[in-house]
């Protein structure tokens, strides 16, 4: 490895330390790992009811499923435009963006059904709902 990607691994490398200790300051993981119980069901974790029965009647999951299925109820679709470039003055290459925007619209909604990208959003919103945020990683090969 060159010096200068050792440089950009360490600089990256303290990146993330930097953003875990943040995380950890501020009690995210703790605050995750109790709303993954409350979802799970798990709401008496760590109380002693000295025998007395612990009830639940898990309103988290419903409000959180529920939640999910309205935003994922319509298909999803991509569709790219060129509404927005106002560089092109003459017709012809405004065709010619038009042309490739479909086509680019058409790529991705086929990419999108077979990379199964709506399980991907689903499984992201609830995800999202538990911690407060979801990312995805998405990279580009060219094979």
Request: hydrophobic letters at 30%; glycine letters at 6%; proline letters at 2%.
């Amino acid at each position: 490895m060159k010096k200068q990607e050792r440089k950009i691994c360490r600089d990256d490398w303290q990146l993330l330390e930097e953003g875990k200790n943040y995380k950890r300051q501020i009690g995210l993981y703790e605050l995750v790992k109790r709303n993954e119980r409350f979802y799970r069901g798990d709401q008496w974790h760590g109380v002693k009811s000295g025998g007395l029965p612990t009830p639940v009647f898990n309103v988290f999951k419903r409000v959180i499923n529920h939640f999910i299925s309205t935003l994922m109820s319509q298909k999803i679709s991509l569709r790219y435009t060129a509404e927005s470039c106002d560089l092109l003055h003459t017709p012809e290459k405004r065709r010619q963006l038009e042309e490739g925007c479909a086509l680019l619209s058409h790529y991705m909604n086929y990419r999108f059904d077979r990379d199964s990208m709506e399980k991907l959003l689903s499984d992201g919103l609830l995800d999202a709902a538990l911690s407060g945020n979801c990312f995805a990683y998405v990279y580009w090969d060219r094979d």
